[in-house]
Every structure is written in structure tokens, then in C-alpha cells.
């Protein structure tokens, strides 16, 4: 299955949920699309460890002072959870923008190592998202996992095998250095994962770099270096990053007033609450409020 086969596909079962502009599971595991048929506005939010292959449209994504643009064709793999600045910018009614997106098992990633090899790992560093055009084996694997959409039993028996096959050929994909990074525990990728993880635990309370150096098991400067090659951010304001999204999520829902939101997510002085928000979203907190 190539490109052109897989949008057709997914455009028509897009129609047939009646959805769109939003993601859509498909009811075969870690699988979701993606339809608009107008461009969008900048949106924030965090992006989980992703493969996201273009199929129709194109897109700009931004992390940290980097933007990129992904047209049809090209897959970006996202590595580490990372808070980015994306909008849709080519989709027409008649041309839709489509994406498909499938969420990342590290665990399979890892249990690849024997069979990968040592000759596939890389030392040096590598950044949490990169892009590059698709690999027609990829997207025809891809496209095996997409058409298991509703056959029960093969779903149960062929998509784990698809499914790791998948994986394989996203290691293998010449943007995938920092998965195959991530093979070794001991690897620079894998102590900033170990990091992360622990700020996304505790991204209410205060944390240090020399905290965050000592769960990754490195020294400051070079953990600070290493975080911010990596995510294109620096650990505090990653932190500050993931503060400023759960805030969103909390006034948009209703049940908080600006105050007791900037104080649920760890920020002593709302003033200081509401003047980060407004830089980061182009509103004030207040105008968020209830926003569902």
C-alpha cells in the first residue's frame, strides 16, 4: 500500500465515523487518524513517543526555537514526551489534511535489542523529534496495520506481528536515531527519558537541575546540555511547559477559577500565572474558563 492507497483509505473511514478535526482511534491498538479540511489555529500541547506519517496536507510543528514543516510523504518519530506548538496549514474540503498516527511501544523498541544489534546503535547526540520522508516499507506496513480496522481475529493474531514490525523499520528509518538511542539503558536518551518521566510525576512541586541530574545519574552541566539537545528545552522550562498545559486542561473544564488553577499546578503568584499563560496561548487564563 502506498500514499495515495492509505489517504483513500483513511479518508473514507474518517466519513464513515462522521468525525473530524480531532483524533480518531480505530479500535486496533496504539492507532488513531487524523482529518481537517480547513487549516487550524497553534495549538499546544504534549506530544507522547510517536510515529506521525503525512498522508495528505501538510503540517508545521514547532519545539523549543525549531519549526518544521511535514508534507505528504513524511513521518516525523517522536521519542520522548515533548510540548509542541503545531497547526495544520494546507487542507482544503476537496483535499483534506490526513494524517495516521501510531503511539510508540518502548517496550517492543527495547525488546528489538538482540535482534537490531549492536552495529544499529549510536552514541553522540540525537534530538526527541525528528522528520524525513517515509520508507515505502514502512508505509505499506503502515497501511497492513490500518486495514486490520474491524477483522476481529486477525487483529488478535497479526497485529502484534505488524505491530513489531513496525517498530523494526522505525528503528531502521533514517530518523529513528534516537529510538535506536533509546535500545541502551546506559544511553543518553534513555537517563533524559528517566528524567522526564520523574518531571512528569512531579511537575507541581519544585524541582532543581541537580535533581533531576541525580534520577538520570549524570552530572549538571552535562545532564542540562544533553536535556536540552535532546527536547530542545531546558529541564525548568519543560517543567513550565507541562505546568501551563495542565492549567489549560483545569480552566477549560470549569471548575476552576484562574487562581486556584495556577496554584494547582504548582505556581505561588497567579500574576506571574497569568502573565507566562498569556504568553504562551495569546489569551489571558480568564478567557480559557470553560472553554469545553
Known sequence: MNTAELATAVDRFVKQTGRTGAEIQTGVANLMVLRHDRP???E?????????????????????????RLEAGQSVIVSHDLPVVSR?????????YLAIILTLDLGIVRG????????ALEEGPGRAMEVHDTDPALIDALGRYFALIGQGI??????????????FRLLMAPHGGTLRRLLRVDSHASRIARAIARIRTDF???LTVADLAS???MSASSFHDHFKTITETTP????????????RRLLSEGAHSVSAAAFEVGYESPTQFSREYARKFGVSPRQDVGAV
Open 112 to 119: 528489538l535489542y538482540e535482534q537490531v544489534g549492536s552495529e
Open 44 to 68: 499546544s500541547t504534549l506530544y507522547r513517543p510517536v510515529v506521525c506519517l503525512i498522508l495528505q496536507g501538510s503540517k508545521e510543528t514547532s519545539v523549543g526555537d525549531r519549526t518544521i
Open 154 to 167: 486477525e487483529i488478535e493474531v497479526m497485529g502484534p506481528l505488524i505491530l513489531r514490525e513496525i517498530h
Open 204 to 206: 507541581r512541586t519544585p
Open 215 to 217: 534520577v538520570a545519574g
Open 40 to 42: 487550524t489555529a497553534l
Open 236 to 247: 525548568l522550562q519543560y517543567q513550565k511547559e507541562l505546568r501551563l498545559l495542565e492549567a
Open 88 to 96: 495544520v496549514i494546507e487542507a482544503r474540503r476537496d483535499q483534506a
